[in-house]
Structures are given as C-alpha cells and as structure tokens.
C-alpha cells in the first residue's frame, strides 16, 4: 500500500510498509538500505532524511525483463511448375507478451519467409538470426529446410528442384525472419502479479520441399535478483 502523500504518516505506517527493525529508526529507511526499495527514488541514500521524504512511497520488486515473440517458418520449395506459389508467405510466428498491472511488452511475432522465392536449382535461404543466435538452415536442392532452435529465430526455406532437361525445375524457399527483443525495468508493487505469454513460432506448410518450423519466443523475468524462463509457448502467471 502506498504510504499518503499528505496529511500525517507515522513510523510505525513506514515500517509496517517496508518492514524494519524496533525500536525504528529513521536511519533504516534509506535508500541504498536494507529496507526502502529501488523505485523510490526521491529518498535519499544519506544525510538528512525526514518523514517528507517517505510521502507517497512504496515497497516495490526490480523486474529486469526480456521478451522475444516467436520465430516465422521458412518458406517451402517446389517441383517444376513452382511459379504460381511466389509472393505467398510461410506462417508467422505469435506474440510473446508480459502484462504488469499498468504496461505491457509485447514483441510481435515474426513474418515467414516467402514460399517459391528463389530461382531454379537455388538452395533454400537460411532463417533470420535473433538475439540468442542464427535461425534454421536453407535446404539444399530438394531437401527441406532446418526448423529454428535459437528463440526467435526463424526457419529455414525449402531448397528447389533442381530442373532436368525435360522439365523447367521449381524453385526454393525463403527464410523465416526473426522476432525483435524488447528489454527493460519495470517496479512492482508488492502484491502485484504478472502475466506472461510465450508465442509460438511458425509451423512451415508441408509442400514438396518444406521449409522449417519457426522457433518458439522467449521470456525472462529477474525479480530482485530471482531469475525466471519461460521458453515453452504457453500462457503463465508470476506472483513475485
């Protein structure tokens, strides 16, 4: 509970706020003490200190937080007559979301890697690295393309047809692109809970020389020095 930002406030509300030790001491109650928390930062680390200073504040938990959305799928290749798929898109990855009670992240979910995008007898093109590392690798000539195992990152295109003397080949797969990383500090007030989301990432369409799967996002929540991961998509629920 927030202590008033005017009229009285007594020691025994700061204590019962931020707890403390007896008889209480106005010298507990600074900042870079073992009591007052980081997100007041209008109390002072030392010399004078007053009950003005603790006007409004509150017992908070630092919330250093990382979101990733999930990773799009490659692009599938195909056999001679390919033309017809270009300009058409493997699926998107989801959105990874953290909700605190008044903001929220979001880092969307990324595109899929265009179907049929490369020309006759081209490999597939790798995925779009993420932060934690590079996505899924193109398919070689009619082969698949790697699902993405780095969070975020997105699948490898389908390699094409290599084409004959009797046929005008096909052609290859894009790679999935990868899903941003939003980082920062949010204070909690103690009590608070937060919602969390994993986004999944692209499932690649099951055409001749499929592309590979997107990878799944990623969150990681520290809450006063207490680290949490969440890298299985799904929805959660932390109460610090």
Aim: aromatic fraction near 10%; hydrophobic fraction near 25%; include cysteine.
């Amino acid at each position: 509970m927030t202590l008033p930002a005017s009229g009285p406030i007594s020691l025994s509300q700061v204590q019962t706020e931020f707890g403390g030790e007896n008889p209480i001491s106005m010298s507990e109650y600074y900042r870079n003490g073992p009591y007052m928390t980081d997100n007041n930062s209008g109390v002072p680390t030392g010399n004078q200190i007053g009950m003005s200073d603790l006007r409004g504040t509150y017992k908070a938990f630092t919330v250093v937080y990382e979101v990733i959305g999930g990773g799009g799928a490659g692009g599938f290749g195909v056999d001679d007559g390919g033309e017809g798929y270009r300009g058409t898109y493997a699926p998107s990855g989801s959105d990874s979301v953290i909700t605190f009670p008044d903001t929220t992240i979001t880092s969307s979910g990324a595109q899929g890697g265009e179907n049929c995008k490369g020309n006759r007898a081209t490999a597939g093109e790798n995925g779009f690295a993420s932060y934690y590392g590079d996505g899924g690798a193109g398919g070689s000539l009619n082969n698949y393309g790697a699902d993405a195992v780095n969070a975020g990152s997105g699948g490898g295109g389908g390699g094409g047809d290599s084409g004959s003397l009797f046929d005008s080949g096909g052609c290859s797969g894009g790679g999935g692109q990868a899903a941003t990383r939003q980082a920062g500090t949010y204070y909690l007030a103690a009590g608070g809970s937060i919602s969390i989301n994993v986004g999944s990432g692209g499932i690649a369409a099951a055409i001749n020389y499929k592309g590979g799967d997107g990878a799944v996002g990623y969150v990681k929540l520290v809450v006063d020095g207490t680290e949490y991961t969440y890298a299985t998509a799904g929805s959660y629920v932390l109460t610090p």
